[in-house]
């Protein structure tokens, strides 16, 4: 696996905008890089992958640099439900299940 | 996306008994299951992966003998914990990737079971 470094918490005001960085610079060519999130006494939420172009859908962005060695996750307008553990996980596509899980971001989204 | 569901969502067993924990895939075939173990503020921790129709495997340091993985069809994979000790007591949570639907490696976690064993 391509090892991933992410801040352990972070802090962001209702309504703004969450932007989530994740560190990866062994990746390799044929890994994909998966988010997830785990809302407190639940499991894990899939929110969003990417290979190499930048991705979008309706719970957030995902924005891979051109080098592929780090990528942010963008929360457009954060909300008190979005706080959660945000997961950055470097795997290839057949072997995601053997996902490991570091511990993450805290991310409290504040009123 | 595809939708796991495990149940129990939480289960207070006695010192010494087996618990039987279900996960099914609800709208889509699963070839694969993943069982995972989460103590109180640690990340998950990948026990074995479960593949229908021949034995699970195991990471490291899990003891086969004592969870117990079945996965006898496309949709449903159990674990049993057996003789259950209160060391064993954790949030038990399974995910499951939606291969058959072309989905790109992503995975679908179950709701989790929170297992205290007394």
């Known amino acids: 696996d391509a090892k991933t470094t992410q801040p352990t918490s972070m802090d962001c005001a209702e309504g703004r905008a969450a932007n989530l960085p994740c560190n990866h610079s062994t990746i390799s060519g044929n890994e994909y890089v998966y988010w997830y999130r785990q809302i407190h006494s639940q499991g894990p939420q899939y929110i969003i992958h990417?290979?190499?172009n930048n991705e979008t859908n309706e719970m957030a962005s995902l924005i891979i640099t051109e080098d592929r060695k780090s990528s942010t996750l963008i929360l457009p307008h954060a909300t008190l439900r979005d706080t959660a553990v945000y997961y950055c996980?470097?795997?290839?596509?057949?072997?995601?299940?053997?996902?490991?899980f570091g511990d993450g971001t805290t991310l409290t989204v504040k009123p | 996306g595809a939708v796991v569901s495990q149940h129990p969502s939480w289960v207070i067993c006695k010192s010494g008994t087996s618990v039987k924990i279900e996960c099914r895939s609800l709208d889509f075939q699963a070839t694969t299951m993943f069982w995972y173990r989460q103590f109180p503020k640690q990340s998950l921790m990948l026990m074995a992966t479960?593949?229908?129709?021949?034995?699970?495997?195991?990471e490291q340091g899990v003891e086969k003998d004592k969870f117990l993985i079945n996965h006898a069809s496309l949709t449903l994979s159990t674990l049993t914990v057996t003789s259950a000790h209160p060391e064993d007591s954790s949030f038990y949570i399974c995910?499951?990737?939606?291969?058959?639907?072309?989905?790109?490696?992503?995975?679908?976690f179950g709701e989790g079971s929170r297992l205290t064993v007394l």
């Open positions: 479960s593949n229908e129709g021949s034995k699970a495997t195991y």
């Open positions: 996980i470097v795997r290839g596509r057949l072997t995601a299940g053997k996902s490991t």
């Open positions: 990417g290979l190499k």
């Open positions: 995910s499951a990737s939606a291969e058959d639907r072309g989905e790109t490696g992503e995975l679908f």
